[in-house]
């Protein structure tokens, strides 16, 4: 079965930087998507990313704060922009099951990215 | 009213008891339905799908899902305090991408 990494696991940053986040995947997948998890809560959906073109990004989420890249269809990137505090979450990237793993509506998730924002 | 609905629990089961998870969803097109388990400190983990009506096993798993009352549900036969997890589930939205829409998840703990 594929396999999905974050990099990095976890990450403490100060206000006001940014924190590039990577996701790989060991064979080829068509949509890679990027969630928050906030302390306590559920996963939101921050954006969509397809090789080839731009990411999708869901109501309240800019391009500005989480601009996303997706150079191969093994690879994408999320960076939070001049973070804040209320940015701690964990991050989590996802990939649909079109190469294989499952039916092409299942997601499969990354082990996260544990951000702190001080 | 939520898109997806979950009670937050906790749900707190005994040892070998059967645990039901309930959900429901707002969107009426919404064709696939996904259960994750989600561990504290971990990734969500795909644990069942279900696409019909009606019911699906899988092991001590059994989904359940009910469109014409936009209703799934999961049923964790012989729990074991290794199943104490956040149950989350995720209808596939109606959209042209196939996006899940997560509920706040219940909280199971199972007593041993």
């Known amino acids: 079965s594929a396999v999905i990494s974050q990099k990095p696991s976890r990450d403490i940053c100060q206000r006001g930087t940014s924190l590039t986040i990577q996701c790989q995947v060991d064979s080829q997948v068509t949509m890679m998507f990027w969630y928050r998890q906030q302390p306590g809560q559920s996963l939101t959906l921050i954006a969509t990313?397809?090789?080839?073109?731009?990411?999708?990004?869901e109501s309240g989420f800019v391009i500005d704060k989480f601009p996303i890249s997706r150079p191969n269809l093994t690879f994408s990137t999320l960076t939070v922009s001049n973070m804040s505090p209320e940015d701690s979450s964990i991050y989590l990237c996802?990939?649909?099951?079109?190469?294989?793993?499952?039916?092409?509506?299942?997601?499969?998730f990354g082990p996260g990215t544990r951000l702190t924002v001080l | 009213q939520k898109e997806v609905e979950q009670n937050s629990g906790p749900l707190s089961v005994p040892e070998g008891a059967i645990a039901s998870l309930n959900c429901t969803y707002s969107?009426?097109?919404?064709?696939?339905f996904f259960w994750y388990r989600q561990y504290s400190g971990k990734s969500p983990e795909l644990i069942m799908s279900i696409y019909s009506n009606g019911d699906k096993e899988d092991g001590r798993f059994t989904a359940q899902l009910n469109k014409a009352s936009q209703y799934v549900s999961l049923l964790i036969r012989d729990s074991q305090p290794s199943d104490s997890a956040t149950y989350l589930c995720a209808p596939v939205s109606g959209g042209a991408t196939n996006k899940l829409i997560f509920g706040t998840g219940t909280l199971l703990a199972v007593q041993p």
């Open positions: 969107d009426r097109v919404s064709q696939s």
């Open positions: 996802s990939v649909d099951g079109t190469s294989g793993i499952g039916s092409t509506d299942t997601q499969y």
């Open positions: 990313a397809n090789q080839g073109s731009e990411a999708t990004y």
